[in-house]
T-cell receptor, first 113, second 110 residues
Framework: DSGVTQTPKHLITATGQRVTLRCSPRSGDLSVYWYQQSLDQGLQFLIQ???????AKGNILERFSAQQFPDLHSELNLSSLELGDSALYFC????????????FGSGTRLTVV | GQNIDQPTEMTATEGAIVQINCTYQ??????LFWYQQHAGEAPTFLSY????GLEEKGRFSSFLSRSKGYSYLLLKELQMKDSASYLC???????????FGKGTHLIIQP
C-alpha cells in the first residue's frame, strides 16, 4: 500500500457520460498530480494541484476538470466521454510543490463502451 | 519541450545483466528519473540522477551523461520478478509535472 488511495479501481461507462475519479494523497502530502496512461500514448501528465490551488496543467482536455478540496483529496471529472478516453488514470502525491519523489496510487481503469 | 526515447522491448535471461537506454531532449535540465511498472500496476520510483555518473542501489544502477542527453538503467542478477516496463522521465511536462517516455518492456526468460 503506497498510501495514495484511488477509487474506484474499475469503471465501465457509456460514451457521452460523465464520471468522477477520486484520490486521497499520502498523509502530509500537499501536491496531487493526475496522469493518464493509454497503450499508445504512455503516461501523460494532466494536471497538478498544490494545497487546494491549481499549480500546473499538462495535456488535459477541456472536457476534463479537476479540483482539490480543503482536506486535500482530489477529484478528476471526465465528461462527454469518448471511446478514446479509455485508459488507466493515476493519481500521485508528493510532500511539496517541487518534490519529484512521487508516490503513485494504484489507478482507476476506465473503460468507455 | 521534452522528448524522450527508449527501446520498446528488450529480452534478457534470468541471472544475467541488462542495460536499458534512454535519450532525452529537454529545455532546462532538472534531473532524470527511472520508474518500474508491472502490468496494470502503479509506477514505482527506482532512481533519480541530477549529476553525471553512476548511482548504484543494490541490483539496480542508473547512469547519467548530461552533455550527451543520455541515461541508462543497469539491472544485475536478473530475476523473473524484474519482468516489467521501465520508464524514463524528466521534469518539465508542466511546472512540476514529469514527462515520461513510453517505457521499455523487459521480458526475462528462464
Amino acid at each position: 500500500d503506497s498510501g495514495v488511495t484511488q477509487t474506484p479501481k474499475h469503471l465501465i461507462t457509456a460514451t457521452g457520460q460523465r464520471v468522477t475519479l477520486r484520490c486521497s494523497p499520502r498523509s502530509g502530502d500537499l501536491s496531487v498530480y493526475w496522469y493518464q496512461q493509454s497503450l499508445d500514448q504512455g503516461l501523460q501528465f494532466l494536471i497538478q494541484y498544490y494545497n487546494g490551488e491549481e499549480r500546473a496543467k499538462g495535456n488535459i482536455l477541456e472536457r476534463f476538470s479537476a479540483q482539490q478540496f480543503p482536506d486535500l483529496h482530489s477529484e478528476l471529472n471526465l465528461s462527454s466521454l469518448e471511446l478514446g478516453d479509455s485508459a488507466l488514470y493515476f493519481c500521485a502525491s508528493s510532500e511539496t510543490v517541487t518534490n519529484y519523489g512521487y508516490t503513485f496510487g494504484s489507478g482507476t481503469r476506465l473503460t468507455v463502451v | 519541450g521534452q522528448n524522450i526515447d527508449q527501446p520498446t522491448e528488450m529480452t534478457a535471461t534470468e541471472g544475467a545483466i541488462v542495460q536499458i537506454n534512454c535519450t532525452y531532449q529537454t529545455s532546462g535540465f532538472n534531473g532524470l528519473f527511472w520508474y518500474q511498472q508491472h502490468a496494470g500496476e502503479a509506477p514505482t520510483f527506482l532512481s533519480y540522477n541530477v549529476l553525471d555518473g553512476l548511482e548504484e542501489k543494490g541490483r539496480f544502477s542508473s547512469f547519467l551523461s548530461r552533455s550527451k542527453g543520455y541515461s541508462y538503467l543497469l539491472l544485475k542478477e536478473l530475476q523473473m520478478k524484474d519482468s516489467a516496463s521501465y520508464l524514463c522521465a524528466v521534469p518539465g511536462g508542466g511546472a512540476d509535472g514529469l514527462t515520461f517516455g513510453k517505457g521499455t518492456h523487459l521480458i526475462i526468460q528462464p
